[in-house]
């Protein structure tokens, strides 16, 4: 980076100990370097140092009673992090792991990710390090309705509208939304995600994991191939994981492993994906009861051996950072030929360098699981006309936007003199309708 470094330089300065949040910075803003140079009023409008700065950061306690009769507390947090081309949008994640970094990372990809579906949505991101696992349903709605109940100030149908993440599904939305509309008495699209009697679009729960499959199509395309026939590797068996798995399945291809926060299972046979639904989506289990069920498995301790296995594709699904130097070797070493992200910076750079060395397909998740994001943009639509769409209407959409991510990606890497640069295409298109609009708007 030349142009740019002082603008990294300072975010570094200002943000010390937000290792996630740094990565995003500079993986994005070294594929902007260039633009930079292109386009100098950029630079003058201080596009750039505006860009990486959350418009607003809202960090709050969550005290709720447990099961017990203790009062446990929680922190909560939402990044509102660019309104420049809409509203802001992006879920909200429960899990331990939950930090000022990984939201603020999550929410500066979103920006982009969000630009590139071609939808009017800005950029956000929330969450809690509240841990919905082995908690009853009680608890999880009181904690859902005390998280709600200093959130709700901050949103609303055209002001910042959330969805579900990691630990936030149907049943926590649910509880979120209700609480929403208690507290204010407007029934409006405040959340996507949610339950089809109650305003859900047909096609969101399926729609992360199926836009991935749909974007993969669109990269064996460009080199003669299909899913066919192929390998894959699927991480997670959460909603991205299985719905990856569904897609893949039913363009022929082999979802041979997938895994949990403990291990993962393979499968030789491939994965019986009506197994995995009973025991994640209906008990709310764990992986490795997959293996006591199904002879063919067999599981195994720890996440990272996932990368070990021979394949073709592999498609994490679970979590940040899940690919590092050493997985990504494994990976090629193995065989395979193409990794697309369902979950959000799943490669550490490191392993993008793996990638890149050996000549792999490469798609990462700010374009390829963006399917997730553009469905909420469609369930938005559907709220606000008050109609609501046919499964088949709004997948053929889902397909139409995910094929267009793909050409928008690829051209304009092509356009810069990097043909094929996937990561480097998706930061250029998602950046440039951001920044055009800024500039547009004035110093704000
Ligand atoms: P879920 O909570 O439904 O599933 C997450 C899965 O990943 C679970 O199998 C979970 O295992 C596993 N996992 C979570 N944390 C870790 C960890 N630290 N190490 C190993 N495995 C882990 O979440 P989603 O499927 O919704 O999200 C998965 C990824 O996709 C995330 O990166 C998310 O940001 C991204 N994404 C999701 C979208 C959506 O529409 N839901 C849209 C775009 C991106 P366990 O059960 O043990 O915790």
Redesign the pocket.
């Given at each position: 980076m030349k142009i740019l470094a002082g603008v990294f330089e300072q975010v570094k300065l200002r943000n010390p100990n937000e290792p996630e949040y740094l990565q995003a910075v500079e993986e994005v803003l070294e594929s902007l370097e260039i633009v930079a140079e292109k386009y100098p009023h950029f630079v003058k409008a201080g596009i750039f140092e505006r860009i990486v700065e959350p418009e607003r950061q809202i960090i709050f306690r969550v005290p709720w009673v447990d099961d017990n009769g203790n009062v446990q507390v929680n922190r909560g947090f939402r990044v509102q992090y660019n309104s420049a081309i809409g509203p802001y949008k992006g879920?909200i994640?429960f899990?331990p792991?939950v930090n000022l970094s990984v939201i603020k990372f999550?929410g500066f990809e979103q920006i982009f990710?969000n630009s590139l579906t071609g939808l009017p949505m800005g950029g956000g991101k929330g969450g809690s390090d509240f841990d919905p696992?082995g908690k009853s349903d009680n608890e999880v709605m009181r904690f859902c309705q005390s998280f709600m109940n200093e959130l709700y100030k901050y949103v609303g149908a055209d002001v910042d509208v959330p969805?579900?993440?990691?630990?936030?599904?149907g049943r926590e939305v649910g509880y979120m939304f209700g609480q929403y509309k208690r507290l204010t008495d407007l029934y409006h699209g405040v959340f996507t995600?949610k339950g089809l009697d109650f305003g859900g679009s047909l096609a969101r729960t399926q729609?992360?994991g199926y836009g991935l499959v749909y974007f993969v199509n669109e990269m064996l395309a460009d080199v003669n191939e299909t899913l066919e026939g192929k390998t894959v590797l699927v991480?997670?068996?959460?909603?991205?994981?299985?719905y990856a798995c569904e897609k893949a399945q039913s363009f022929g291809a082999k979802v041979v492993a997938m895994?949990?926060?403990?291990g993962y299972v393979y499968d030789e046979e491939g994965i019986d994906l009506a197994l995995v639904k009973q025991i994640?989506e209906v008990e709310r289990g764990?992986?490795k009861e997959y293996a006591v069920r199904k002879p063919s498995a067999v599981y195994t301790e720890g996440?990272k051996g996932i990368w070990t296995i021979k394949t073709d594709i592999a498609l994490p699904?679970?979590?940040?950072n899940?690919i590092d130097e050493e997985s990504a070797k494994a990976l090629v070493a193995g065989g395979c030929r193409l990794v697309a992200e369902?979950?959000?910076?799943?490669s550490t750079p490191g392993a993008i360098a793996v990638y890149q060395a050996n000549g792999l397909l490469y798609a990462p998740?700010k374009a390829s699981?963006?399917?997730?994001?553009a469905t909420?943009g469609l369930e938005m639509s559907q709220n606000s006309i008050r109609m609501s769409w046919s499964f088949e209407e709004v997948d053929e959409k889902l397909q139409g936007i995910m094929k267009s991510i793909y050409k928008n990606a690829s051209d304009a890497a092509k356009e810069f003199g990097k043909d094929g640069d996937l990561v480097f295409g998706a930061n250029v298109a998602g950046f440039l309708k951001v920044a055009k609009a800024m500039y547009a708007q004035g110093v704000v």
């Open positions: 879920g994640r899990h792991s999550l990710k696992k969805a579900g993440d990691i630990g936030v599904g995600g729609a992360t991480s997670g068996s959460g909603n991205v994981a299985i895994s949990d926060s403990n994640k764990r992986i996440c699904c679970a979590t940040q899940e369902g979950a959000n910076m799943p998740g699981n963006a399917g997730g994001v909420s």
